[in-house]
């Protein structure tokens, strides 16, 4: 079997190289937690087949794994639930009578039961079960193998030594302690959209103004004066569409409970695999998702007249953007799902992360350094300092970003900007590149 062996040494170069790490950065192999990523079919919103497909050919996050498993999509009503789950959910009526039987529950909201039927989609196509059986590269057989594990957790030589010189049994207990941290940090994000356009709401705010405005002004010319302001509103607000998003996030459930089952009852590599084995994976019940949590976020899509580009284009770079800012927010709110990020120099002290990470300014992290004890696989981190983002130095790499000016023109007497690639921070003058950085609050 082919062995995938990784350099992970974070600190082996020292901190004598800073210079040298100043003007070469290093690149660093550091443990990523693992992303797939899906978005929701609806019907209810213009421009859908343009969003769907710059969400499917949106850049995958840098900043985890990608852990696609093939389906990029899913609609809800293909996932209709239960009388029984309805009752659940629908327990008092309108009319404030509690519901008798569950076979009296008669109303089918997509909307209001769109977690439910998320859970549903979850469960009834085994998409925990596809989360693992990547983590392990399972082939058509049902045989498993460490490679993607070895590879993503970046282990060095004599970790992969000791796995292969190890019995079966002694090495997947070797597996088992490294792996760990990594399949437990596995998450799906799923996307919701809703596209407003926003002719109808200015429209409808202007007739409401202009009905207020006959009420209150009675000298004629006062009038047309407030609703030729009226219109002249409308038309500035009536083109384009309101974007929301809202982004659902899970974590694949794995710990020693369900990791033991796995290898003791599950696991079995090219060779040792039998049609039996192979089924009970296939309908095991074993792997879930648990909800993390969800972050919504807003934008608005303006044309102009001057703009060079198509609708459709000014559409794919919103949607783009607004999955970048929910993403964000999710990172600031749960722990769980903030990532580590190595610093890309250390003196001045600079990560490749800016306003796509939400960044505006001020931002705190705190600065860990990796060990990885080579026995076990274990990665710890231990922190080492604090830095903060400098207000002046954050880079915009949004989405399509590149495309404006990245310093201002050149003007004779005046110094020129510099251009900014990375995003700078203060703190302090013994940090290097290769160590690892997480936003705290």
């Known amino acids: 079997m082919k062995k995938s062996i990784i350099i992970f040494s974070l600190l082996s170069f020292g901190i004598s190289s800073l210079a040298q790490a100043q003007e070469k950065p290093m690149d660093v192999k550091y443990r990523r937690s693992s992303l797939h990523t899906m978005v929701i ?4 919103f213009p ?12 850049p995958f996050p840098d900043k985890y794994n990608d852990h696609q498993i093939g389906a990029k999509s899913f609609n809800p009503v293909n996932y209709p639930l239960t009388a029984e789950e309805k009752a659940a959910i629908y327990k008092p009526s309108k009319m404030g009578k509690l519901v008798a039987k569950a076979a009296d529950v008669k109303i089918d909201s997509v909307s209001k039961e769109l977690s439910f039927r998320i859970q549903k989609y979850l469960s009834k196509e ?29 282990f060095n030589a004599s970790f992969l030594e000791t796995k292969s010189a190890q019995s079966s049994s002694d090495g997947q207990a070797l597996l088992k302690t490294a792996g760990f941290e990594l399949i437990s940090n596995t998450f799906v994000v799923i996307n919701k959209f809703n596209f407003v356009a926003n002719e109808p709401v200015a429209r409808a705010v202007r007739d409401v103004a202009k009905e207020e405005a006959i009420k209150s002004i009675t000298i004629p010319k006062l009038l047309e004066k407030a609703n030729k302001g009226l219109d002249a509103v409308y038309e500035k607000t009536k083109e384009g569409y309101s974007i929301f998003a809202t982004s659902y996030l899970y974590k694949l459930v794995w710990n020693d409970t369900i990791s033991n089952i796995f290898f003791n009852d599950l696991y079995k590599e090219k060779g040792s695999i039998d049609a039996k084995t192979k089924e009970a994976f296939d309908k095991s019940n074993l792997f879930k998702l648990e909800f993390v949590g ?32 929910v993403y964000a927010k999710l990172q600031k709110k749960y722990d769980v799902f903030k990532t580590k990020t190595p610093l890309y120099t250390g003196f001045p002290i600079t990560a490749k992360i800016g306003v796509k990470e939400g960044l505006e300014g001020g ?32 880079w915009d790499n949004t989405y399509n970003a590149g495309e404006a000016p990245l310093a201002e023109p050149v003007v004779e007497g005046k110094e020129a900007k510099p251009v900014i690639d990375r995003t700078t921070f203060d703190g302090g003058k013994k940090f290097y590149s290769g160590l690892l950085i997480k936003q705290i609050k």
């Open 363 to 394: 931002e705190k992290f705190e600065v860990l350094e990796q060990n990885i004890d080579p026995k076990t696989g274990v990665a710890t981190y231990k922190k080492i300092g604090k830095i903060k983002v400098n207000k002046k130095l954050v």
């Open 47 to 58: 421009k859908k087949e343009v969003v769907l497909k710059a969400f499917n050919n949106s």
């Open 294 to 325: 969800d972050e919504s976020a807003t934008g608005l899509i303006l044309f102009s007249l001057k703009e060079k580009r198509t609708e459709d284009q000014i559409i794919e770079i919103a949607t783009v953007k607004i999955v970048d800012n």
């Open 41 to 44: 079919e609806s019907e209810k």
């Open 126 to 154: 085994k998409i925990a079960n596809k989360l693992v059986a990547k983590w392990f590269n399972r082939q058509s057989d049902g045989s498993f193998d460490y490679n993607l594990v070895a590879d993503r957790g970046v």
